[in-house]
């Protein structure tokens, strides 16, 4: 079992910037970020791999960075220039390596945390 704890969520304007992290039990080969809004399906933000591989939804392109300093450390998603559709419940999920599962946006992730709120404001 991979336990994930989030936090950082909160509100801001739009334009401003969050820093979200995620503490794990065990840092895995493959670690996203995904969002939920109510009514909606969850979507896939960002993904890392522990080769530095990353992923991202169009939607966040040049505006979300995913990072982990090491693979002992959190990982973080650093959020800019946040807009009002940014808004949702972000959720950092992990995998273990599986020879053939990718590691992107649209994968299919076992591990889940329990998820914190991002509210942008116009």
């Known amino acids: 079992q991979v336990q994930l704890v989030e936090s950082g969520g909160g509100s801001v304007q739009a334009g401003g910037s969050l820093r979200l992290s995620c503490a794990a039990s065990?840092?895995?080969?493959?670690m996203g970020w995904f969002r939920q809004v109510p009514g909606k399906e969850r979507e896939g933000v960002a993904t890392r791999t522990t080769t530095g591989t990353t992923t991202y939804a169009d939607s966040v392109k040049g505006r979300f960075t995913i990072s982990q300093d090491n693979d002992k450390d959190p990982l973080y998603l650093q959020m800019d220039s946040l807009k009002p559709e940014d808004t949702g419940m972000y959720y950092c999920?992990?995998?273990?390596?599986?020879w053939g599962k990718g590691c992107t946006v649209t994968t299919a992730f076992d591990y889940w945390g329990q998820g914190t709120q991002v509210t942008v404001s116009s």
């Open positions: 999920a992990a995998n273990r390596f599986v």
């Open positions: 065990t840092y895995t080969y493959c």
